[in-house]
């Protein structure tokens, strides 16, 4: 017997359910046939709320700069604040600039340093997200917020359990992020809750100069493709 307190059944679940997987795969589909045709790319993620007078969003231009100029394409979210400024550094490069933009009620809205052919639009994060991690050669990691932590923490999570290759995750911003790392390193590895090589791959810089050289350290000794 239906419960008067839950009035809509299971079925009617289940039917909208199955009607949106069609909408999921459409969107993986897209994401897969477009980013596939993209060479290798480095993806900035940091905060949609930092604004363009900001240390870091000017830092962020520099980065992706130099990151365009050493042969590399971006990838952001495609919004405002550190999104921005990370296309408009790949931009100014001549370099390939991608933006994955998410649909949401406030704070999103496609950045003007995307290349025409290369704005993606998606309404669920997780196809998003999968987008970011296959066709990513490095995170580069500026201050944020739950997002940015969501990618960042993904991404380690995948590299620690196998499910993808290991590629460089650089934290920019010493100030910003050294609190984070000390209780990761105090806490949870003390607790031995994570191992100690989880943590080989995370650098934390403050310069352009300094992710540059790590992500082309790396890819001496690996060689570039999609991670899975």
Partial sequence: M???????????????????????????????????????????????????????????????????EAGYGIITGGGPGIMEAGNRGASLAGGTSVGLNIDLPFEQHDNPYIDNDKSLDFDYFFVRKVMFVKYSQGFVVMPGGFGTLDELFEAITLIQTHKIGKFPIILVGSEFWTGLMDWVKGTMLKMGNISPEDLNLIKIVDTEVEVVEIIDSFYKGHTMSPNF
């Avoid at 999921?24 to 980013?35: A, K, T, W």
Wanted: aromatic share 12%.
């Fill in 2 to 68: 239906r419960s008067e307190k839950h009035p809509k059944g299971w079925n009617e679940i289940k039917t909208n359910d199955s009607w949106a997987i069609f909408k999921i795969m459409g969107e993986f589909v897209n994401g897969f046939e477009r980013m596939s045709k993209i060479g290798p790319c480095v993806s900035i993620f940091g905060s949609a709320r930092t604004k363009e007078e900001d240390p870091y969003y000017k830092l962020s231009v520099s980065i992706a700069k130099s990151i365009a």
